[in-house]
């Protein structure tokens, strides 16, 4: 063979390894890596809007699927809306993450900054978004609180990287979701009604003047006018570790009745489960006498939101609830039933002054679509 058909042949192997490299289906070389104040991803900055799916795998746990739907965002292994806002602010941050340095491309040191391959030791959490641009799949390793800044690399790729901030997205699906599940002030609550499986009964409003009254308790309780305060606000921050398909109330749960200013109804149904987590199954009434515009749409979103499931209670909650009918003897006949209409006919004109209805306030600032 020829000089020159030699050459001629090696350069056609030159023009495929390139095309091999650089060519269509293969990621864009990362930009010099370590060139202070570059985008991470650049892509992502004008299109996170346009963003349809997220798809989390930690390098421990089950994996999590974002979906953005006509109705927002939603968690597909939940069946359940994500906190839009939440989803939102974590994409403009991760679209604003600039590199601040290089780090290693030896695989061997791949785990110290846990950027390494899934399976592997040391393994980052893989992300990948959807949307009609081309994305990279990220690893996501460990926050340097020090350097604050987080260690990243785009898969496949050799090159590791610190960009700047916390750009770990949440790893478990139920902290996508909105939290506290509800967060009504304590001055919103006229009357808490306690009742436990076997009678006990722990009853608390507020007199003329506003402040807690214990109208019943189980005998031999200790601090029930401290405890009974703390029933008032159980709402005002009231969240969750877990979420479930909407199981049936067991006959043994206890009972918690909560007459709010506005007229409203708030019902907590509350269980030990088998796995031992404290559940809760939530109701909400709207008052007969209706509410402005504003505040019964807030309600009608919450009323659904809450209502479609069954929660797991933070463990607090139900230990409240516990403490409060910790009777010692004494059981208490059951309450009588409490409605919206009769509680509110039941105010005096002087109470509803001294009372103004927070409530509806409250309603319509609670966010969160169903």
Not at 120 to 128: D, E, K, S, T
Not at 173 to 192: E, F, G
Not at 280 to 298: D, F, K, M, R, Y
Not at 314 to 322: D, I, K, Y
């Amino acid at each position: 063979m020829s000089w020159r058909a030699l050459g001629a042949l090696f350069a056609v192997v030159l023009l495929l390894l390139l095309l091999d490299a650089f060519g269509p289906g293969r990621h864009a070389p990362l930009p010099s890596a370590g060139v202070a104040g570059q985008l991470l991803l650049p892509r992502l900055a004008a299109n996170t809007g346009r963003i349809t799916r997220i798809e989390v795998q930690p390098a421990r746990g089950a994996s999590v699927s974002l979906l953005r739907s006509t109705r927002g965002w939603w968690v597909r292994q939940l069946g359940a809306p994500a906190d839009a806002t939440l989803v939102q602010n974590w994409l403009a941050r991760l679209a604003r993450a600039r590199i601040l340095e290089a780090k290693t491309r030896l695989a061997a040191q791949y785990a110290l900054l846990g950027v390494a391959n899934p399976g592997l030791p040391g393994a980052g959490l893989v992300l990948q978004l959807s949307s009609p641009q081309a994305l990279p799949q990220l690893l996501i390793g460990r926050y340097d609180a020090r350097q604050e800044g987080t260690f990243v690399r785009l898969r496949g790729h050799a090159q590791s990287l610190l960009v700047a901030g916390d750009v770990t997205p949440p790893s478990r699906a139920v902290d996508w979701m909105q939290h506290p599940l509800l967060s009504l002030p304590a001055n919103a609550v006229l009357q808490i009604d306690l009742i436990g499986p076997g009678g006990a009964r722990f009853l608390i409003d507020r007199s003329l003047d506003g402040a807690p009254r214990v109208v019943t308790a189980p005998r031999g309780l200790r601090q029930p006018l401290a405890l009974g305060s703390l029933l008032l606000g159980i709402f005002d921050g009231l969240d969750y570790s877990g979420v479930y398909a909407r199981i049936a109330t067991p006959p043994r749960a206890l009972q918690l009745r909560a007459l709010l200013s506005d007229g409203s109804l708030l019902t907590l149904s509350a269980w030990r489960g088998q796995d031992g987590h404290a559940l809760g199954n939530i109701g909400i009434q709207a008052p007969v006498g209706g509410l402005p515009p504003e505040a019964a749409a807030g309600l009608a979103r919450t009323a659904a939101r809450v209502q479609a499931h069954t929660w797991q209670l933070a463990p607090g909650t139900w230990s409240l609830l516990r403490d409060a009918l910790d009777a010692k003897a004494t059981r208490l006949p059951p309450a009588l039933p409490v409605t919206p209409s009769s509680a509110a006919s039941s105010r005096t004109p002087a109470q509803a002054a001294l009372r103004p209805p927070p409530t509806a306030a409250a309603w319509a600032a609670l966010r969160g679509t169903p």
